[in-house]
């Protein structure tokens, strides 16, 4: 196996696919397919088929926009592979589409680090195995990747599993609100997601001060979710942030 891919949670620990591809030169404002557009679910269900039927995408010039990641090879660690990770509207499974810049040079992002891609999709080998990948890549920094606060590891994972929240929130531009400010933050650890400790459940609430209009009237909403958080400081929602009941 060529990657060692990352671990991530659809209902019960499933593995998720990678994507690695490559392609030519077309110019970024004549996109053939724009991922960064679609809905949650529309968005894994084509990037599931670019993965099974990647011939029908070789060669077309595609926009994505999600979280950086490395991945590596498991046979080799030193070789490093990046990409754009996209979950589904359930926020709780994913899938990777892999990229090389233009420059062939690794991206100086933290890992989490919101980004939009735009490359051309294509397939290639290593020994029998096929791969697609975004080539010849242009990267744009959308946003920050969550934040983790210096200390033991427990501490570092609660802050984590509240920045995601609270980054997911200022992001939502469906809501019908802008987000003001937040206040009563709280993490609850709620179970282990492996035996060996390495990823863990939090229950988040917290309160943001929203509004609707341009005036200064501020309405406070309850916010309640789960975020599953790996030690490394990484994490992931596991259901759909909505306000609490």
């Known amino acids: 196996m060529k990657k060692l891919l990352l671990s991530l949670l659809c209902a019960?620990?499933?593995?998720?696919?990678?994507?690695?591809?490559?392609?030519?030169?077309?110019?970024?404002?004549?996109?053939?397919l724009d991922l960064s557009v679609m809905s949650g679910t529309a968005v894994y269900s084509e990037v599931y088929n670019m993965l099974n039927t990647p011939k029908n995408y070789e060669g077309k010039l595609i926009k994505v926009k999600g979280e950086y990641n490395v991945f590596t090879n498991s046979s080799d660690e030193s070789l490093e592979y990046y990409a754009v990770v996209i979950r589904d509207a359930m926020q709780c499974c994913q899938q990777g589409i892999e990229f090389v810049l233009k420059d062939g040079s690794k991206p100086d992002l933290q890992i989490g680090t919101e980004v939009q891609v735009i490359g051309t999709f294509n397939t290639y080998y290593e020994g029998e195995q096929m791969y697609c990948h975004l080539e010849n890549a242009d990267l744009e920094v959308l946003g920050a990747a969550p934040t983790t606060?210096?200390?033991?590891?427990?501490?570092?994972?609660?802050?984590?599993?509240?920045?995601?929240?609270?980054?997911r929130l200022s992001s939502n531009a469906d809501a019908g609100y802008t987000i003001k400010s937040f206040e009563n933050e709280d993490a609850a650890d709620t179970g282990k997601l492996t035996e060996d400790g390495t990823a863990a459940l939090y229950t988040v609430t917290l309160t943001a001060l929203t509004y609707t209009d341009d005036k200064e009237n501020t309405t406070p909403v309850d916010f309640t979710c789960t975020v599953a958080v790996q030690t490394n400081g990484n994490g992931w929602f596991v259901e759909q942030v909505e306000p609490a009941e």
Do not use: E
């Not at 606060?149 to 980054?167: F, L, N, P, S, Y």
């Open 12 to 32: 019960s620990l499933l593995l998720t696919s990678l994507t690695a591809c490559s392609g030519g030169g077309k110019q970024a404002g004549n996109v053939d």
């Open 149 to 167: 606060v210096a200390g033991d590891v427990a501490t570092t994972m609660k802050q984590t599993a509240v920045d995601i929240v609270k980054r």
